[in-house]
């Protein structure tokens, strides 16, 4: 891939700077949507095993493989072309086990962040995997993790869209050479969330309009755009076909400064965060390695 579509990590290996997302993409669509977004030029997918889609993920990069490899593209050139992302397993049987009275029982209070990057260190000298990081982690657990890492974290992952830019946590990555991913970065339009909760509402703003008129393109391309412009990976989550070419269609146009500058003064901050289910769940909130609560 162009290395102008990725960003260097601190192992040295390229990232692509726009993924797709496959957080609740049922199994029985994301394996056609993976292999519609390899069509349409991703070569990121990110995952997860909690995500319970995996096996169907491997397929769609499994199906894109055996058609496109011939005389001229060799399957192990194919297979160096992709970047999987996805997420260590918390528990091996139910995801969420609850006791006899609703409760998640299986809240481990005593969770130690260091052994378990001990462990991802290990899986990199292991050559199970290239590139290490994080997701949903705070300052303090990040600057944790730095003190003792002897393979860093190249990757943060955290919810990012225009209301809510983690300014903040954007400075720290920065000034610890961790690569921010932004999961949401649409507002996660069709996610099913409380009454009383954030819903952004950026696809019809009127400022992301005004800038998507302007470059001819839909709202969703401004809104991916603006992230790779800071040289933040974007993972817009879609199983639907368009969406996938149109959110990756990102490459033709570029935001200005004075645009970049307007889409910043979007920010809300905290207030906006909308990925909050986990910390309204029982027992989460006071959890002592709980980021949401932390920050
Ligand atoms: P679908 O999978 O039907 O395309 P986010 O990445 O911010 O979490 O947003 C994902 C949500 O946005 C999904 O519900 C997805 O639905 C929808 N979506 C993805 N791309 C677009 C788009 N270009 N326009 C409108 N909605 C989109």
Known sequence: M??????KLSSGHMMPLLGLGCFQSPPAEV??????????????????????????????????????????KKEAALRKEVFIVTKGAAHDKDL?????????????YGVDHIALWKEMEKMVDLGLTKSIGVSNFNP????RLLAIARIPPAVQQVEMHLEFQQLELQKFCQENN????????????????????YKPQLLNNALVKMLADHHKVTTAQVLIRYWIQRNVVAIPK??????IQVNGDVWGFKLT?????ALLGMNKGPSCRSFRQMSSLPGVKEHPENPVELI
């Open 238 to 243: 879609s199983t639907n076909k368009g969406r």
């Open 31 to 72: 394996t056609a949507a993976v292999e519609a977004a390899l069509d349409a030029g991703y070569r990121h997918i990110d995952t997860a095993y909690n995500y319970l889609n995996e096996d169907a993920v491997g397929k769609g990069i499994h199906a894109w493989i055996n058609k496109s490899k011939g005389a001229s």
């Open 257 to 261: 400064d004075q645009e970049m500058e």
């Open 96 to 108: 969420f086990p609850k006791n006899k009275d609703g409760m998640p029982n299986n809240l481990d």
């Open 178 to 197: 961790i690569i921010m991913t932004a999961y949401g970065p649409l507002g996660s339009p069709g996610r099913q969330l409380p009454g009383d909760a």
């Open 140 to 143: 303090q657990q990040l600057r």
């Open 2 to 7: 162009e290395s102008q579509k990725c960003v």
